[in-house]
């Protein structure tokens, strides 16, 4: 079991930036893939990026790619979502959310992710 609490949302800028944090807690976080996924208002839910237990592959969404990266800390058993060149459409909130598998690649951006963080906002101005 793994717990998960994101942080860093806040107001921003269009054409700014800013760094989402999520520590997870418990055990075992190395065989974790993680991903960051969205939610606007009135919209489902998508995923905007993965990466693997390993960090060695990640996978984004079209409308993020070269945007968006991201990255994770073992050491510190915490992933990041670094969030460049933002736009209004990126307005949500934003989650992470972990899966216990050795998946890769666009593998790990389909997969059914089993634990939530509670959200962190995130709101651009234009």
């Known amino acids: 079991q793994v717990q998960l609490v994101e942080s860093g949302g806040r107001l921003v800028q269009a054409g700014g930036s800013l760094r989402l944090s999520c520590a997870a807690s418990?055990?075992?976080?190395?065989?974790?893939?993680m991903g960051w996924f969205r939610q606007a208002p009135g919209k489902e839910r998508e995923i905007v990026a993965s990466?693997?237990?390993?960090?060695?592959?990640?996978w984004y969404g079209d409308s993020v790619e070269g945007r968006f990266t991201i990255s994770r800390d073992d050491a510190k058993n915490t992933v990041y979502l670094q969030m460049n060149s933002v736009k209004p459409e990126d307005t949500a909130v934003y989650y992470c959310?972990?899966?216990?598998?050795?998946?890769?690649?666009?593998?790990?951006?389909?997969?059914?992710?089993?634990?939530w963080g509670q959200g962190t906002q995130v709101t651009v101005s234009s």
């Open positions: 959310a972990a899966v216990a598998s050795s998946c890769s690649g666009y593998g790990c951006f389909l997969m059914n992710y089993d634990y």
């Open positions: 418990g055990r075992s976080f190395v065989s974790y893939a």
């Open positions: 990466i693997s237990w390993s960090g060695r592959s990640t």
